[in-house]
């Protein structure tokens, strides 16, 4: 059944909350869309759509709706369920925001960037910790990470503010060092939430990249990550939170370079069944 014509009824009137808190109308498009994103079958989506659509209720949150959507995803024993999780995997690679900037290095890696991270350079004032540094085509990024545990989290002006002096403090002093020439630099704010619109405006006056879950639209986080595909880890269905957090603290933050560095499993005593449905789970993914 075509999901242009299933019979879903109308509830252009319900008000749902978003996760920052925000209210809006509850638009069952925007669902369908993010399940085509991930891959799931049109027959699944029509469902889905079908279920979601008969339960919604004026007030329910949208991780509710996430919830019950991936629930449904589960039941139909379809690997698309695990793309569909993530943004709550990009979520669980807290607590700490070190997971996330080994992450967005694997993110600029896969562009065929050379990437460092975690990395103290020299400004012209004071040194300066860099989140990731990555450099092609005589492009050198100053990337700053901004990781939040809660998706309604924004960031703030303050943080564009800080970024660009700290950026501007390396670059007057690499300009003239003789191993940086030639190269043109470029700063960067990079967050899984999202940037409050003073943000915004400033980061496009002053010339400083700003990539939020969504933001720029077309080419925010989420897009980029589907469109390379350079998954975290924590998207896995075959692993517990507790083997995934130690693959974390041995820097495997995405299932591409845990597919290179399988070794890493045989510390995990996996029965052979779980291995090879893990196997499975990162070859879908991967592909």
Request: glycine content about 6%; charged content about 25%.
């Amino acid at each position: 059944m075509s999901i242009e014509n299933n019979n879903i009824k109308n509830n252009n009137t319900i008000i749902i909350k978003k996760a920052s808190g925000e209210e809006e109308i509850f638009d069952i498009e925007k669902l369908k869309k993010s399940l085509r994103n991930a891959g799931v079958k049109d027959s699944i989506i029509s469902k889905i759509a079908n279920d979601i659509n008969n339960w919604v209720y004026p007030g329910v949150n949208t991780r509710k709706i996430y919830s019950r959507t991936f629930s449904i995803l589960r039941k139909e024993k379809t690997t698309t369920a695990t793309r569909y999780k993530l943004k709550q995997a990009i979520r669980e690679l807290g607590p700490t925001g070190y997971p996330f900037e080994k992450f967005i290095g694997q993110l600029f890696e896969k562009l065929d960037f050379k990437t460092q991270t975690g990395i103290v350079v020299e400004g012209n004032c004071v040194t300066h910790e860099m989140d990731v540094i990555a450099t092609k085509d005589n492009i050198q990024n100053l990337i700053e990470c901004k990781y939040h545990k809660d998706q309604g989290r924004q960031v703030s002006i303050q943080v564009p503010l800080y970024v660009r002096s700290r950026v501007n403090d390396i670059i007057n002093k690499r300009k003239n060092l003789p191993e940086y020439k030639g190269l043109s630099f470029t700063g960067w704010v990079i967050t899984n939430t999202r940037f409050s619109s003073e943000s915004i405006k400033y980061g496009k006056c002053c010339g400083l990249n700003l990539m939020a879950w969504d933001y720029p639209k077309g080419n925010g986080l989420k897009d980029v990550i589907e469109k390379i595909k350079v998954h975290p880890i924590t998207i896995l269905n075959n692993l517990t939170k507790k083997e995934k957090i130690y693959l974390l603290e041995q820097d495997i933050v995405c299932c591409q370079q845990l597919l290179k560095n399988i070794k890493y499993l045989d510390d995990l005593n996996l029965s052979n069944k779980k291995y090879n449905s893990l196997m499975n789970e990162l070859n879908d993914i991967c592909i």
